[in-house]
């Protein structure tokens, strides 16, 4: 049972495909389709979010398939980080499967999850969850210096958020058996925060095509004088692109 976007244009959908059409020879396969669950991308409301995941869970439990395959990504689950989690720990309980989770995204690394991001991921961030650091700090009196001091109240409630979902996303993945990442560098960030993953998961990189298809005349051809900017992949306004 493979749980995977199936038919949206992205990356992960892709590699997804190509690696079900290998599977199949070997194994019997079944896609349950996951879809893109931001709020740039969808209007349902969160109870709408939540159904679509527990649907396909429930699916995939029910086909008498032995082994499940899911293909995570945050938005897949819910429209936020914490809605997403929250989802996708539902999923991986519901499934009652041995689960192989392949991660594609991993936002816990060494430094604050806000550091070294780009402008544009800080704004998409802040337009799909909330950036609690970002909301105008509080003062009130002290009696002890007399004088009125600064809470630190979001900072400490951003902080605690934090650590909850990162909590709730390892117990999510204690009931993986495998879990498979891109990067060693990936790898790394993992066990600082789960360390017991070491004994299933493995780094797997992603495939790149040894034969390219014969070359197609241009869709655009650029002109003296045009500066263009090539961007590999797909853009999408959540991922910080804002004329997307």
């Known amino acids: 049972a493979v749980l995977a976007p199936s038919e949206m ?10 690696l079900e059409a290998v599977l199949k020879q070997a194994v019997a396969i079944q896609t349950f389709p996951l879809f893109n669950l931001s709020r740039f991308h969808s209007d349902r409301n969160r109870r709408d979010r939540r159904q679509i995941c527990r649907e396909a869970a429930i699916a995939a439990r029910q086909s008498g398939c032995g082994v499940a395959h ?4 945050f938005s897949f689950f819910g429209a936020g980080r914490g ?11 519901l499934l009652g499967l041995p689960t192989v989770v392949t991660l594609h995204t991993w936002p ?7 550091a070294g991001r780009s402008r544009g991921r800080q704004q998409a961030q802040r337009q799909t969850e909330g950036d609690a650091e ?7 009196w002290s009696p002890r210096t007399r004088k009125s001091r600064t809470q630190t109240k979001p900072r400490l409630l951003a902080k605690f958020r ?4 990162r909590w709730r996303f390892i117990r999510a993945l ?30 797997i990189p992603l495939p790149v095509d040894a034969e390219f298809p014969p070359a197609e005349p241009p869709a655009f051809n650029k002109k003296p004088g045009e500066r263009w900017v090539v961007v590999p992949g797909f853009i999408s306004p959540y991922k910080g692109h804002p004329d997307a």
């Open 9 to 18: 244009a992205c990356g992960i959908a892709e590699h997804a495909r190509r």
């Open 70 to 73: 899911v293909h995570h990504e």
């Open 83 to 93: 809605e997403s989690i929250r989802n996708f720990k539902r999923v991986m309980r």
């Open 108 to 114: 816990w690394g060494e430094r604050d999850l806000d």
């Open 134 to 140: 970002k909301q105008p700090k509080r003062r009130r």
């Open 162 to 165: 934090d650590t909850l979902q």
């Open 174 to 203: 204690r009931r993986a058996a495998a879990i498979v990442v891109h990067t060693p560098a990936t790898y790394e960030q993992l066990l600082k925060v789960y360390p017991q993953a070491k004994r299933k998961a493995f780094v």
